[in-house]
């Protein structure tokens, strides 16, 4: 399958940890709501709002998480179990 790139070496998903999944409203799939919960924080800095959007932990919202999310898209996930 291909992919979205641009801008260097290519993405690092941290595996093991809550943060590794773009099912972003937890409901077990990543899908539409997920992507609408990523454009509301694009290019914002998250760390206190909403520290699941930042898929990969880098510090931003952007293209990477984004690339993330559309490898992760339509699969079944682990629904998260995260305190709010």
């Known amino acids: 399958g291909g992919g979205a790139g641009g801008g260097g070496g290519g993405v690092t998903v941290l595996t093991g940890n809550k943060f590794a999944t773009a099912d972003l409203n937890g409901d077990g799939k990543v899908n539409s709501v997920d992507f609408s919960i990523l454009l509301y924080y694009w290019k914002s800095k998250v760390a206190l709002k909403n520290p699941l959007v930042d898929i990969n932990r880098d510090g931003k919202v ?14 079944k996930t682990t629904p998260l179990m995260v305190k709010r």
């Open 62 to 75: 952007n293209s990477v998480d984004f690339s993330i999310m559309l490898y992760q898209w339509s699969k």
